[in-house]
């Protein structure tokens, strides 16, 4: 069983940034794909971007290529979503989540390929 905890999130005003956290408790990552996704009110989840935790490999959706980015911090065994440039549609709460692999380039992008998520963290955007 693999628990994952979000942190960060908030209110920013357009243009600014935001950046959130996902922390595996207990575990380490190495052999996982992490994801973000995000679903505002009366929406279909959206992913966002993918990372593998061995190799680094990085996928992202197109709608928020350019203004986001998915890391790693290997000390803290923690991905990292950085946001900039935010908009007020970007407002919705946002999921990390993961899933056991076992090839390199495998990068889900639909929320049904992965088995765990985080609890969610709100971000808000103000015009």
């Known amino acids: 069983q693999v628990q994952l905890v979000q942190s960060g999130g908030g209110l920013v005003q357009a243009g600014g940034s935001l950046r959130l956290s996902c922390a595996a408790s207990?575990?380490?990552?190495?052999?996982?794909?992490m994801g973000w996704f995000r679903q505002a009110p009366g929406k279909e989840r959206e992913f966002l971007a993918a990372l593998q935790w061995t190799g680094g490999n990085t996928a992202y959706a197109d709608s928020v290529k350019g203004r986001i980015t998915i890391s790693r911090d290997n000390a803290k065994n923690t991905v990292v979503l950085q946001m900039n440039n935010l908009k007020p549609e970007d407002t919705a709460v946002y999921y990390c989540?993961?899933?056991?692999?076992?090839?390199?380039?495998?990068?889900?992008?639909?929320?049904?390929?992965?088995?765990?998520w985080g609890q969610g963290t709100q971000v808000t955007v103000s015009s």
């Open positions: 989540a993961t899933r056991r692999v076992y090839d390199i380039v495998y990068l889900p992008r639909s929320g049904d390929q992965y088995d765990y």
């Open positions: 207990g575990r380490t990552f190495v052999g996982y794909v």
